[in-house]
C-alpha cells in the first residue's frame, strides 16, 4: 500500500512539474489544441474544463500595450549564467531548456529561468502595432508563482547572439536536442535597455492559468530577415491574439498606477513625471501643513 501511494504522489509530481517546466508553451497532452480553427483561440475555453480561464478570465494574455502605460527602468535583479543549447519542437512552438542555474528577482523573491520559446507574430502589440516575432523567458519561483520576461523582436541586422538558436532549430515535433559544442547565455538574448512594462497576466496557451507577473521589456531586439524567416518557415502562426484589460493597472516598482489613462497621447516618461510631481506635490503641502500647525 505504501508502494501504491508514493508512486501516486510521483506521478503528481512529474505532472504538475512537466506542466510548470513547460510554461506558456506546453498544456495537457490530453486535449488537442491549436492556433486557427475550431481548436484555435476563439475555442480553448471549450476544448476543456481545465481551460476555462482561456474564456471566462479577466486577467489574460496577452494585450495591447498603450502608449499611457509607464515604463520601469529598473526592479529586475538579472542572475543569469550561460547554458547549453537544449532545443526542443513541442509541437506549438520552437523551446530552448534552460540548464540549472539562472535566475531573476523581482520584489525580492528569485524566480529560476526554465525556458525560452517563440511566438509569430507578436503576442503583445504595442500602442496596436505587432512585431515580427516574440520570445517569452519563463520562470518560476519556489512557491510555484511564475515570472515571463518577453521581448519583442523585429526585423533589423542579424542577431549573433541568436544566431545558434535560429541555426538549429528542429523542423518537426521531437524530444530535447541538446546541440555538442554550443553554449548560449540569456544576458545576451535581451534587450540592452531593461526598462520594461509591468502588468499581472496569464499564460498565452491552455490552460491560460492567470497569476502570472508579465515583465515585457519595453525595446525590441532585431534579428534579420533571414533569422526571422528561419523560425516563421517552421512555424509562421504562433501567436493568441490580445486580451482585453478590464479594470488592471500596470506597475511602477511594484505598486499599481492607480487612475492611469488606458488610453490616450500621453508617453510613459511624461506620466512618470506627472506622478513625480503629484507626490512632491503631497509632500510639500504635508511639511507646510505640518509647519502650520506647530
Not at 73 to 101: R, W
Amino acid at each position: 500500500m505504501r508502494k501504491l501511494i508514493v508512486a501516486a504522489l510521483f506521478l503528481v509530481f512529474v505532472f504538475t512539474f512537466g506542466q510548470v517546466a513547460g510554461g506558456p508553451a506546453l498544456a495537457a497532452q490530453d486535449v488537442h489544441w491549436t492556433y486557427e480553427g475550431h481548436e484555435g483561440p476563439e475555442h480553448w475555453g471549450e476544448l476543456s474544463k481545465d481551460y476555462a480561464a482561456c474564456s471566462e478570465g479577466h486577467e489574460q494574455s496577452p494585450i495591447n500595450i498603450p502608449s499611457s502605460a509607464p515604463t520601469n527602468p529598473f526592479g529586475i535583479l538579472f542572475n543569469y549564467m550561460p547554458s547549453k543549447l537544449n532545443v526542443v519542437n513541442n509541437g506549438h512552438t520552437i523551446q530552448i531548456n534552460y540548464d540549472a542555474g539562472s535566475s531573476i528577482m523581482v520584489d525580492g523573491e528569485t524566480y529560476d529561468l526554465l525556458q525560452f520559446h517563440f511566438h509569430a507574430q507578436s503576442e503583445h502589440t504595442i500602442k496596436g502595432k505587432y512585431s515580427p516575432m516574440e520570445v517569452h523567458f519563463v520562470h518560476r519561483s519556489a512557491s510555484g508563482k511564475l515570472a515571463v520576461v518577453g521581448a519583442l523582436m523585429s526585423q533589423g541586422a542579424e542577431n549573433a547572439a541568436y544566431a545558434p538558436v535560429m541555426s538549429n532549430l528542429p523542423a518537426t515535433a521531437s524530444g530535447v536536442q541538446t546541440v555538442p559544442g554550443v553554449t548560449i547565455d540569456a544576458d545576451d538574448l535581451l534587450p540592452v535597455d531593461h526598462d520594461y512594462y509591468r502588468y499581472n497576466g496569464s499564460l498565452t496557451t491552455p490552460p491560460c492559468s492567470e497569476g502570472v507577473k508579465w515583465l515585457l521589456m519595453s525595446h525590441p531586439l532585431e534579428l534579420s530577415g533571414a533569422q526571422i524567416t528561419a523560425y516563421t518557415t517552421i512555424y509562421a502562426h504562433t501567436n493568441r491574439p490580445v486580451q482585453p484589460f478590464y479594470d488592471r493597472t500596470f506597475f511602477v516598482g511594484g505598486k499599481a498606477v492607480v487612475g492611469m489613462p488606458k488610453s490616450g497621447n500621453e508617453n510613459s516618461t511624461a506620466w512618470l513625471v506627472v506622478l513625480g510631481v503629484i507626490g512632491f506635490a503631497s509632500l510639500g503641502g504635508g511639511v507646510a501643513l505640518s509647519r502650520r500647525k506647530s
